[in-house]
């Protein structure tokens, strides 16, 4: 019980120590700006019907913006409610969420459920009947998505294509 407290205590120092960071930072992005090209980024090239085209687009921006946002600057420094800090504590956070379903959607070429890949039209069950698994390669100068595989476990239903 005692290394599970030592270890929370060492994650919420290290989440305090980049709220810090953003208060005591002088960075030119602005967390609102780098949070809606995101949003933007995902809804012009990561939607339901995508090309690989789109994705690789949204990857590039992405990562452009991940490296961006640890330039992140606050108008507002002050330490307690403030909606500016929260925005700019999350937005990284959200850009790096973004970076995974967006790589695990290019390297995914198939279709599939909510996943449609107008170049890659059929599912592809020899292929990719597994799960995706995704690690951020996130250092200094690293931007990148690590994915790994899970095989999926068949229990009651053999996988099938929906026809409507």
């Not at 208060?23 to 700006?33: C, F, H, N, V, W």
């Not at 925005?87 to 290019?106: D, E």
């Not at 592809?124 to 698994?133: I, P, Q, V």
Request: proline content about 3%; charged content about 30%; glycine content about 8%.
């Amino acid at each position: 019980m005692g290394e599970i407290r030592t270890t929370t205590r060492e994650a919420l120092a290290a989440e305090r120590g980049k709220l810090d960071v953003l208060l005591k930072g002088s960075g030119s992005e602005q967390a609102d700006t780098l949070k809606a090209e995101m949003q933007q980024t995902m809804t012009d090239n990561v939607g339901i019907f995508r090309t690989g085209a789109d994705l690789q687009r949204a990857v590039d921006k992405l990562q452009e913006l991940l490296v961006r946002s640890r330039n992140i600057g606050l108008r507002s420094r002050r330490d307690g409610p403030n909606p500016e800090l929260v925005t700019a504590y999350r937005v990284q956070k959200m850009i790096k969420v973004a970076l995974c379903v967006a790589q695990g959607a290019l390297t995914r070429t198939e279709s599939r459920g909510g996943h449609a890949r107008d170049d890659h039209p059929k599912r592809d069950d020899a292929n990719w009947l597994k799960h995706s698994l995704a690690l951020l390669k996130d250092d200094v100068e690293g931007t990148g998505v690590e994915l790994t595989y899970k095989p999926v476990t068949v229990i009651k239903y053999q996988p099938k294509e929906r026809v409507y």
